[in-house]
C-alpha cells in the first residue's frame, strides 16, 4: 500500500519531541476569526482521517504496542477493533496478563476487565488514532514550524505563562495531524506528553497513521503500530453480545459531557519531603456522589489509602448525555505530597 505522506525518522523523535516542547513557550492571544480557523483546521482533519465518522465504513483493525519503562523491561500488548458505527463496536486490549473488552450494542455499552489494577496505557492505546477527541477549544496562538524537514501549523493553548500547554501540530499539505501535546504529572512537577504520528497511508477516502510514539519530556514511554486495517462487510453478531460479568454503562450517541472534579483537597503526607503521583478511577453516579473509587497506579501502596481518603470527601458534577446525567468513570491524577517532619 502507498504511503501518502511520511514517516518520522526514529533517531530524529528526541528533538522532534524538543522542539514541540519548546513552541509552547510562546503566548500570544488572538481574535474570534483565528478561532474559527482552529475550529476548521481540526474539522478538516476529521473529514481526511477519521475512520469512526458517521458514514464511514466497517473496519476491523489490529494494533501491536509496546509500553516503554525506565526500570524494566517493556511490556508488549494488542489492541484489536470492530467498528460498524457509534452505536455497534467492539474492542478489546490485552497486555502481559491483563484484559480488557468493551462492547456497544444501541444505547448500551459493556465494560469488562480482568483486574481491578488497569495500566494507564491500556486506557489510552484506544485513543492513539482517535480524530474526534480534538474538540473545539479557545487556542491562543497558531505557529507555523518546520519539524523534521516537515511543513506543520501548530494550535497551542497556554493558559498563563508559567504553565505547561497544550497543541496539535498538522501537516501543511495534508491537513493530517503529526503531533499532539498535552500537559501530565511528571513526579514533582508538570511536564509536557508529545505523541508524533507518521506513516499515513490510504484507507478508503480517508488516511490513517499507522505509526505512533509518545514520549514524557524526554523519556519514550509508548510506541504503537496498526499491522492491519480493513474494511469489514460482514458482521458476526456474536461479536456485539454482552461479555459474562461485565458492568453495563450508556452509550451516549448525543451531546458528551465528561463528570468533573470540583473543588478536590490534595492529601498532604507526614514524612520526608517530596511527592509522588497516584492515579485513580471514580465512577461518578448520576447525582454525582461517587459510587466506585480505585487506586489504579501508584508508585508505592502505602499511598493507596490516603489517596482514597481524599477522594471520598471530593464533590463532583456528572456526566451528561444530551442535558440529561448519566453515570460514567473518571480518571484522575492526584500529585501527593509529604510535609516534613521533626
Known amino acids: ?6 514517516h518520522v525518522c526514529t533517531t530524529c523523535r528526541y528533538s522532534l519531541f524538543l522542539v514541540l516542547a519548546l513552541t509552547l513557550h510562546v503566548f500570544t492571544a488572538f481574535a474570534s476569526k483565528q478561532d474559527a480557523e482552529a475550529a476548521a483546521l481540526i474539522e478538516h482533519a476529521k473529514q481526511v482521517s477519521d475512520i469512526h465518522a458517521d458514514g464511514a465504513p466497517p473496519f476491523r483493525m489490529k494494533l501491536r504496542f509496546k509500553i516503554l519503562k525506565d526500570d524494566g523491561p517493556a511490556m508488549e500488548g494488542e489492541y484489536t477493533e470492530f467498528w460498524v458505527s457509534k452505536a455497534q463496536w467492539r474492542e478489546e486490549t490485552v497486555v502481559g496478563d491483563f484484559r480488557r473488552i468493551q462492547v456497544t450494542e444501541g444505547d448500551k455499552r459493556w465494560l469488562l476487565d480482568s483486574s481491578t489494577v488497569v495500566p494507564k496505557e491500556v486506557r489510552e492505546v484506544p485513543f492513539l488514532y482517535e480524530i474526534g477527541k480534538f474538540q473545539r477549544n479557545r487556542w491562543n496562538s497558531q505557529k507555523d514550524r518546520v519539524l523534521d524537514g516537515i511543513r506543520v501549523h501548530c494550535l497551542e493553548d497556554k493558559p498563563a505563562p508559567s504553565l505547561a500547554g497544550r497543541a496539535i501540530c498538522f501537516d501543511k499539505a495534508s491537513g493530517t495531524v503529526i503531533a499532539e501535546v498535552r500537559p501530565v504529572q511528571l513526579g514533582s512537577q508538570v511536564g509536557l506528553r508529545t505523541c508524533l504520528r507518521s506513516d499515513y497511508q490510504k484507507f478508503g477516502d480517508r488516511v490513517v497513521a499507522r505509526f505512533y510514539e509518545c514520549a514524557e519530556g524526554r523519556h519514550p514511554r509508548l510506541e504503537a503500530r496498526i499491522v492491519e486495517l480493513a474494511a469489514e462487510a460482514a458482521r458476526d453478531s456474536a461479536l456485539f453480545a454482552p461479555p459474562e460479568g ?10 458528551v459531557t465528561p463528570p468533573k472534579v470540583l473543588a478536590p483537597q490534595v492529601p498532604v503526607l507526614p514524612g520526608s519531603s517530596g511527592s509522588a503521583l497516584v492515579m485513580m478511577s471514580i465512577v461518578v453516579g448520576t447525582d454525582g456522589k461517587p459510587l466506585g473509587l480505585s487506586v489504579t497506579s501508584a508508585p508505592n501502596r502505602i499511598y493507596d489509602e490516603a489517596a482514597l481518603a481524599a477522594a471520598r470527601q471530593w464533590k463532583f458534577q456528572a456526566a451528561t448525555c444530551d442535558g440529561k446525567p448519566i453515570e460514567e468513570e473518571l480518571t484522575v491524577e492526584i500529585e501527593m505530597h509529604h510535609s516534613h517532619s521533626y
Open 1 to 6: 500500500m502507498a504511503s501518502a505522506s511520511h
Open 246 to 255: 461485565a458492568k453495563e454503562w450508556v452509550n451516549c450517541l448525543g451531546s
